[in-house]
Each structure stands twice: as structure tokens, then as C-alpha cells.
């Protein structure tokens, strides 16, 4: 990608709020005899370092779970390195679930080998994909496979249940719950999400900036 133009820093940038709000999780479709991934998952344009859709293999709306999670524990962090010019991020995102429940670690025991997406949106109501990567040369805009477009996916890059942490504590004051890292290596940024006619979320009152969704809170 050739470098167009610079960046200036707003105002708005300079009071941007960290934290993550919300993290939504589904497993990645593998439903034919070949074990292959059939999501249908369309990049934004040149230039545009996004993701504009996320459909299931029969083009229907793809399904999340939505994890809400304690305030001020979740964050996204990306680390790139550069070797032998070839350039990856590691990425992960963790959250914290307070109170150790059979609901919760059922949950949780689902992620368990499973190949997953992830949507984390920041306070800042930016939505970052976690698992969805284009190629090492990244040439293909489509990752439609009904299209010949699935090439421009690496598949490893998936993300993946890294740790579980925490327990009950033994003080009354000690913290009872779960803090849930994910974690993938991707050949670039994670991408933005963009697509965003609000759409409601189950009985909560706030709403998934997100079309091609459906969520369940879990």
C-alpha cells in the first residue's frame, strides 16, 4: 500500500477514552466435508482498512455472542514486528466476568478449541475485528468463497482462546471471576468494522452499530 498522506491530531482525538465496551465472539463456519472456512466476509476498497460485512455461508446474517463485561478491565492490544521483511501483530483482547457462575463457565468451555472472530468495540464506539486477516501480500478485497474470493483470507490468523485467569479469592474483599484473554497473529492492523445501521440487542437498550448481525447476550 503506497503512503497518500500524513495525519493531524483533533482535538477529539486528544480526549478519545480508553477501555473496551463490549466484545462480541463466534466461531468461525466449517460446515463442508473439507473442514474449510465458508464465512462470506467482504473488505473495504483501496485504501479503506476495514471490514464491510460478515455473513454466514448461506449469506444470512452471521450470529455473536455478545459478552458484556466489568468496567474498565477489557482491553485490545497490538503488537507488530517486522523480520526479514515480513511483518505480523500479535493481537489479543481480555475481558473480565465477575462472579463465577455454571452459565459463565459453560460459556467459556465453548471457546475451547474453537476457531473465532471477534468484534471489540472501544468506548469510543470504534468496532476492531480480531481473527479476520488478508493475506501475507494482501491482493483480495473479497473473501466471498461462493466467488473464488476465499484467497484472501489466511485462515491461520483466526483467533483463539489464549488464557482463563482468576477463581473466588479467599478474603471477602477478594475478586470472584474471570478475566478471558483471546489472542491471534495477523499479517496487519486489525481492521474497523463499518457497517452501521444500529441494530438492537436483544432486550438491552443499547444497540450493535453493526448490520449482518445477529446477537445473542449471553
Not at 123 to 152: C, Y
Not at 155 to 166: P, R, V
Amino acid at each position: 500500500m503506497a503512503i497518500t498522506d500524513g495525519l493531524a491530531i483533533g482535538c477529539g482525538d486528544l480526549q478519545a477514552t480508553g477501555g473496551i465496551k463490549r466484545v462480541l465472539i463466534r466461531e468461525w463456519n466449517s460446515t463442508d466435508t473439507a473442514g474449510d472456512f465458508n464465512d462470506q466476509i467482504t473488505l473495504g476498497g483501496a485504501g479503506a482498512h476495514t471490514v464491510t460485512s460478515i455473513m454466514d455461508s448461506g449469506g444470512t446474517d452471521s450470529t455473536w455472542g455478545v459478552f458484556e463485561n466489568k468496567i474498565e478491565t477489557p482491553a485490545l492490544v497490538v503488537s507488530g514486528t517486522t523480520e526479514k521483511n515480513v511483518s505480523t501483530y500479535e493481537c489479543s483482547v481480555s475481558f473480565n466476568l465477575p462472579k463465577m457462575d455454571l452459565i459463565k463457565t459453560n460459556r467459556l468451555q465453548e471457546f475451547t478449541g474453537k476457531c473465532l472472530m471477534v468484534l471489540a468495540e472501544d468506548t469510543n464506539s470504534d468496532w476492531f475485528v480480531l481473527g479476520i486477516s488478508n493475506t501475507l501480500t494482501g491482493s483480495d478485497g473479497n473473501l466471498d468463497p461462493a466467488t473464488g474470493g476465499d484467497t484472501g483470507t489466511r485462515q491461520q490468523t483466526f483467533a483463539k482462546l489464549g488464557t482463563i485467569e482468576g477463581g473466588s479469592g479467599a478474603a471477602f474483599s477478594d475478586e470472584n471471576g474471570l478475566t478471558v484473554t483471546l489472542t491471534c497473529t495477523q499479517f496487519e492492523l486489525p481492521r474497523l468494522y463499518v457497517n452501521t445501521t444500529a441494530t438492537p440487542v436483544g432486550n438491552q437498550t443499547p444497540t450493535i452499530a453493526a448490520t449482518g448481525l445477529t446477537a445473542t447476550v449471553y
